[in-house]
């Protein structure tokens, strides 16, 4: 085995990624199982949660379970969760990957909306490290990467609800690792920046896409596959053995940008 390998391969390691059936989860799931992980898809679209664990598994050989899941719901991740620990054992790397965005304005949401917002990209967190953390705190070890957004300070204009969603996502990664150090559960943020995928595609304007060039040293969008590094690197155990309570972004200069 190499020193590469040693360094970052997760061999014999179980990742759930919730919402890994979508565009970045996605890649960062197949990136997971290449580094040798097993994988469990978790997302509300069993269809797609299993075409995804399907092309990963022929692809990388590793174990896979797709589960229909809504993750905004506790007892539909325990559910989730005996399900994956008698098919692949112990989870050692948790994703938390659900989003939905809005471009509603301030004083036209409805409380119906804001919920829905708020349940789907935190509510989901809370209850992803509830129930797969607490494993890791009784085990002694794991990883928890939560993905956050660019939206997440300063906020971006049109999704105001959004951004005060991922804001809440960088203090929970935050206040867990502090928490959890001591259990050798280490909890961070990935903060992509703009990666066109489902959920922001109809709100990718002419004129929004020029602002965003304009506010991106690097000029182009990312490509999922950029986030995969990231992501091993946040999972092994070895390779971010002392990385916890980080906030990781990968946005081509967005965020150092002012004018």
């Known amino acids: ?51 995804k664990a399907e ?28 399900k994956i620990n008698e098919k692949l054992g112990k989870v050692d790397i948790l994703i938390n990957a659900p989003g939905m965005t809005s471009k509603t304005k301030f004083l036209e949401i409805t409380e119906e909306e804001w919920d829905e917002i708020v349940n789907t990209n935190l509510k989901s967190a809370l209850f992803g490290c509830q129930v797969f953390g607490e494993e890791m705190f009784k085990n002694k070890d794991g990883s928890i990467i939560n993905i956050s957004s660019v939206a997440s ?17 960088n203090n929970l990664t935050r206040t867990l690792a502090i928490e959890w150090a001591s259990a050798n559960v280490r909890v961070n943020a990935i903060v992509p920046g703009f990666f ?22 690097m000029k182009r969008f990312g490509n ?16 971010s053995s002392f990385v916890t309570g980080s906030i990781i972004t ?5 965020t150092s940008m002012t004018i």
């Open 1 to 51: 085995m190499s020193y590469i390998e040693q360094l970052f391969g997760l061999k014999g390691k179980t990742a759930v990624v919730i919402g890994g059936s979508g565009v970045l989860a996605g890649a960062m799931s197949e990136g997971l199982a290449k580094a040798g992980a097993n994988i469990a898809i978790l997302g509300r679209n069993i269809e797609k949660a299993e075409r």
């Open 55 to 82: 092309d990963i598994a022929s692809e990388s050989g590793v174990k896979t379970i797709a589960l229909k899941v809504d993750a905004t719901k506790k007892d539909s991740l325990i559910n989730a969760k005996s």
């Open 153 to 169: 300070g300063p906020p971006l204009s049109k999704v105001f609800a959004y951004s005060a969603t991922k804001a809440a996502i």
């Open 196 to 217: 066109p995928a489902e959920q922001n595609r109809k709100m990718l304007t002419e004129e929004r896409i020029t602002s965003i060039m304009a506010h991106t040293p």
């Open 224 to 239: 999922p596959d950029e986030l995969v590094a990231a992501t091993i690197w946040l999972a092994s155990s070895k390779a």
């Open 250 to 254: 990968v946005d081509g200069g967005f």
